[in-house]
């Protein structure tokens, strides 16, 4: 489905302001394409800084950049509900409808705050909601995570580093740390820093009575109680499990093309099954690789440039896998991680990502000034 257009005809509308979102709407925009990117909320959230906010006072209006001083009248503000690929229209609550020659679906994950925030909320009230967070974690003499893949892991770690005095428990189901795509130097790796902060990491174990418990609230000794019977008490429960394929935005209209997860089936030119002119990016595209900010921005430029080769007549590109890139912060003095499958020295993933969390690249990429700390 979709035909030949000339590029004065073109009208790409970009679903979902992640980091493949914005990504593809800034190589739009410096085309000179005309796009619409349509998020949820006014602002970019910035969620790789997202464990930080919820810990460090005055730190989250740094992680919610606004869409309209990038983008202006490109940005519109909405929930999309459903794709008309008959009439090439996207639907939006409320119905409004926006015409488009090409489509790019960026909706990402769902998951639990801090690390995801996936809310109808203010730039004002989505900052205030991280503040209102972080006195949670101030009154609590103990935290207990739950979930030690890479954010729970972060997170861990985190909050030894901002908060020296308090006990953290970390509790994985398996034995190995972080995400299965690291090397496992660089999952071992995360296990020593933990340790070395002082955080104590329960392998193995799986909290049995999760449904009973109050989480991201402070209530002082409940009881996490695990299948292997270790009882322990703490104050405060993050929950870092659980991503789940938000496909909310188009589950009605391509839901033959999706896995059981809800992510799109694309082909390597990151179409999306039986659609030459919609595209699949980031983590709701079943790509089978390392879901990460990373990667959207490359299959942002991958759909961009897919689009331009189209209307222009050229050969597709097609996307191919590198080797993982991921790096973990561990605090903001702290790290482990790979480039391209090579394993990092710790100062060094300190120095790229855990002293700022890359918000410099992300407020400069859409020329704004980041507010100061
Ligand atoms: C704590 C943490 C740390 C991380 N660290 C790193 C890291 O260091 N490096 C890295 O590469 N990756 C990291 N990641 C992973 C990375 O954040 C994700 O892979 C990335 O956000 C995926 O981008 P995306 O554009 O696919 O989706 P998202 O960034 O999730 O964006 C999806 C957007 O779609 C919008 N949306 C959803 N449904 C609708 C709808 N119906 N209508 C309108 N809008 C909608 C949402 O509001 C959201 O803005 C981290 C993730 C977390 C949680």
């Not at 205030?128 to 974690?137: I, K, M």
């Not at 000794?221 to 188009?250: H, P």
């Not at 839901?255 to 082909?267: E, P, R, W």
């Not at 983590?283 to 897919?306: F, P, Q, R």
Request: glycine share 10%; aromatic share 6%; net charge neutral.
């Amino acid at each position: 489905m979709g035909g030949q257009v000339s590029t004065a005809d073109v009208h790409v509308v970009v679903v979902g302001g992640g980091f493949g979102g914005i990504a593809a709407a800034l190589r739009l925009q410096s085309r000179g394409l005309a796009f619409t990117l349509i998020d949820l909320r006014d602002s970019f959230h910035h969620n790789v800084a997202a464990l930080r906010a919820s810990l460090q006072p005055g730190f989250a209006k740094r992680t919610f950049i606004p869409y309209a001083n990038t983008f202006g009248d490109s940005f519109v503000q909405g929930r999309v509900e459903r794709i008309d690929t008959g009439r090439q229209a996207v639907v939006l609550e409320g119905g409004r409808e926006i015409q488009f020659t090409h489509l790019i679906l960026c909706t990402g994950t769902d998951g639990t705050f801090p690390g995801r925030f996936n809310t109808v909320a203010s730039h004002q009230s989505a900052v205030q909601s991280y503040e209102d967070f972080v006195g949670q974690v101030q009154a609590a003499d103990s935290v207990l995570v739950i979930g030690g893949g890479s954010t729970g892991v972060e997170m861990a770690a985190e909050i030894r580093t901002e908060y020296p005095d308090k006990k953290v428990v970390l509790v994985h189901s398996r034995m190995q740390l972080a995400d299965p795509d690291l090397l496992p130097i660089v999952r071992y790796q995360a296990k020593e820093v933990l340790l070395e902060k002082g955080v104590e990491v329960l392998l193995g174990h799986k909290v049995s009575n999760l449904s009973e418990l109050k989480l991201n609230a402070t209530t002082k000794n409940m009881e996490v109680v695990t299948d292997k019977g270790e009882r322990i008490k703490t104050d405060l429960i993050f929950c870092c499990t659980g991503l789940r394929v938000n496909s909310s935005a188009y589950k009605s209209s391509f839901s033959d093309h999706m896995t059981n997860s809800g992510a799109l089936k694309v082909n390597e030119h990151l179409q999306v099954e039986g659609f030459s002119n919609v595209f699949a990016i980031g983590d709701c595209n079943n790509v089978n690789e390392a879901k990460t900010a990373y990667n959207a921005e490359l299959h942002a430029g991958i759909a961009v440039g897919n689009i331009a080769n189209s209307v222009n007549g050229k050969r597709l590109t097609a996307y191919r896998t590198g080797n993982v890139t991921m790096l973990l912060a561990m605090g903001r003095d702290d790290g482990v991680g790979q480039v391209n499958g090579f394993q990092l020295p710790r100062c060094l993933v300190a120095l790229l990502k855990s002293r700022d969390l890359l918000l410099w690249k992300s407020w400069r990429e859409m020329k704004q000034k980041q507010p100061t700390p």
